[in-house]
């Protein structure tokens, strides 16, 4: 089993930064590739970013690309997303997750193998 941990979250003015961080425990994380999710009030939950086991390959959804940055330290078994230029439509439940496809991740057509309990970022206008 792999278990996840969302650390960062609180509450910015828009234009702000939030550095979010997911702490790994369980099976080496370095097997798995990562990703970030989001999910608004009344909104279904969407794909952020996702990052290939060796960190040589980052993907973002459009609404975020310029702005956010993933990335991970497989030797602490963690992985973050640096958040730039928030706007308040960033505002969202944040859950970082891993499988070991980031296909899965990325395309988010099935549940990856392992979720965060989530993390709150509010962005204030």
């Known amino acids: 089993q792999v278990q996840l941990v969302e650390s960062g979250g609180g509450l910015v003015q828009a234009g702000g930064s939030l550095r979010l961080a997911c702490a790994v425990s369980g099976r080496t994380f370095s097997r798995y590739a990562g990703g970030w999710f989001r999910q608004a009030p009344g909104k279904e939950r969407e794909f952020v970013a996702a990052?290939?086991?060796?960190?040589?390959?980052?993907h973002y959804a459009d609404s975020v690309k310029g702005r956010f940055t993933i990335s991970r330290d497989n030797a602490k078994n963690t992985m973050y997303l640096q958040m730039n230029s928030l706007k308040p439509e960033d505002t969202a439940v944040y859950y970082c997750?891993?499988?070991?496809?980031?296909?899965?991740?990325?395309?988010?057509?099935?549940?990856?193998?392992?979720w965060g309990q989530g993390t709150q970022v509010t962005v204030s206008s």
């Open positions: 990052i290939t086991w060796s960190g040589g390959s980052t």
């Open positions: 997750a891993a499988d070991t496809s980031l296909n899965t991740l990325v395309r988010h057509t099935i549940s990856p193998d392992y």
